[in-house]
């Protein structure tokens, strides 16, 4: 196959940036990766992930051994450039597009006639023609889109990543791409790019769209997780199990509802609603109200393990998962961390932090009083054992270990009511707190 672009720049080598620059350097396509960051950079140059996520590390590493990867902190130039850099939350909850400015400033002295620029970040509506006008401002040599959309030199485009981390290879070619193109001429020069790789369908439309789709699919996420742990926090008022509720209520043919937990965490989910917000703060109601209600649930969790432990003497408390999700090893922003610093912070009770995918705790947390164990030990000698993720090795756990202990469940992870209670009233934890 000819290839439409032979040399691509990826702006950014994250969580997005390196499986798009690694899977297209698999397709032939020469990949110029770029990062400020050089202990990244050396990192991949020698054919190392510096993230951690399944499969990476291989394709990396044969990316960079056949030569079709190579990892810059300056741009050079291509054929086109991928911005996948961080669009984080400011102190007041707006976005920071600080990184993408920057990118635009770095490439902008390299681009050329014939240039395709694509913005990946997640973005507020409108930073896509912002983006253009940076490039235009120090480009004045050359054409935008605003100026000619049939004839200009640079095509530019808005073309949002929805992978989910622990399956981003796999979501990176078999997800529908949504591509939101400045002019119809860069959305197809846009598609023919994803073409490379991408084997589910590249919808088009204009950038804007294409900006309010990806933070729109993020707070949909966000609202429905929100419904479910309200629905836990109501259950746990009324002494009622929310996870039986939401089992049996997903058997009505048209009811989806998802899992509560701890809370959200994660760079997306409990991030990318606030840009939403931030947009039309009057209107944007129901978006914010999930963002609070899923904000508070760690301090829900907290209340209630604060309640138990007040039945002990000296509570031994076991925190299973740290994660911010399942079978994951990022910490970051997460909701399990957050409990576990504040019982730790709070003198709540001796706190054995489990947590099956990291070696060590976080600096974060070398000076709590928070102990880093095994599943087994931990608990052996709890008597509080609070599931805060649902990794699968907590699956494993022999529920008769957890007869005489209180339990918390965030997760609905262990069915076990139905072994040791099929009369729904909860856990033993659960039966100690009426
Ligand atoms: N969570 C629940 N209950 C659920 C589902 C999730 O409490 O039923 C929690 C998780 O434990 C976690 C948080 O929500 O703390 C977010 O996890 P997630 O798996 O829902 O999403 P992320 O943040 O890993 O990835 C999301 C994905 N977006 C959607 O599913 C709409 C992904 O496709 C995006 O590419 C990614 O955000 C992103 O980068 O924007």
Avoid at 325 to 345: C, F, G, H, T, Y
Avoid at 362 to 379: D, N, T
Avoid at 404 to 413: P, Q, S, Y
Wanted: aromatic share 4%.
């Amino acid at each position: 196959m000819k290839l439409p672009f032979s040399s691509v720049a990826v702006i950014g080598l994250g969580y997005v940036g390196l499986p798009t620059a690694a899977t297209l350097a698999g397709r032939g396509v020469e990949v110029i990766g770029v990062d400020v960051n050089p202990k990244a950079v050396d990192a991949i140059n020698q054919g190392q992930a510096h993230i951690v996520e399944p499969e990476l590390d291989l394709i990396v590493r044969s990316a960079v051994k056949t030569g079709r990867l190579r990892a810059v902190t300056k741009p050079e130039p291509a054929g086109a450039f991928i911005i996948a850099v961080p669009t984080p939350l400011k102190r007041d909850r707006s976005p920071d597009i600080g990184y993408i400015e920057a990118a635009a400033k770095a490439i902008a002295p390299v681009l050329g006639p014939g240039n395709l620029v694509i913005l990946e970040s997640t973005s507020p509506i409108g930073t896509t023609e912002k983006l253009c006008r940076w490039l235009k401002a120090r480009r004045p040599d050359l054409t935008f889109p605003t100026d000619d959309p049939h004839e200009a030199d640079i095509a530019i485009a808005y073309c949002p990543e929805r992978v989910l981390p622990g399956q981003m290879l796999r979501e990176l070619v078999e997800n529908d791409r949504i591509i939101g193109g400045l002019s119809p001429r860069c959305s197809e020069r846009a598609r023919a790019l994803y073409r490379i790789f991408v084997q589910g369908e590249c919808l088009v439309t204009n950038a804007r769209t294409a900006e309010m789709v990806k933070l729109c699919e993020n707070a949909f996420r966000d609202v429905n997780i929100a419904f479910a742990n309200e629905l836990s926090i109501l259950g746990d008022k009324v002494g009622v199990d929310a996870n039986e509720v939401i089992r049996l209520a997903n058997h009505h043919p048209r009811v989806r509802i998802l899992q509560p937990g701890p809370g959200v965490g994660g760079h997306c989910i409990a991030v990318d609603p606030w840009f939403l917000v931030d947009s039309a703060p009057a209107f944007a109601k129901l978006i914010r109200a999930a963002r609070e209600v899923n904000d508070s649930k760690p301090a829900h969790v907290i209340g209630r393990i604060k309640a138990l432990a007040s039945r002990f003497k000296k509570p031994v408390i076991a925190c299973l998962g740290l994660a911010f999700k399942a079978d994951i090893d990022d910490l970051r922003n997460s909701p399990a961390m957050e409990i576990v610093e504040q019982l730790a912070r709070g003198k709540v009770g001796e706190i054995l932090a489990v947590e099956p995918h990291v070696d060590a705790l976080p600096a974060a947390m070398a000076r709590l009083p928070v102990r880093l164990v095994g599943a087994e030990q931990a608990i052996e000698r709890a008597d509080i054992v609070v599931l805060l993720v649902d990794h699968d090795a907590f699956r494993e756990i022999d529920r008769d270990r957890l007869l005489d202990k209180a339990v918390i469940d965030t997760r609905g992870l262990w069915r076990w009511r139905r072994r040791v209670d099929t009369s729904g009233h909860g856990t033993r934890g659960a039966r100690r707190r009426r």
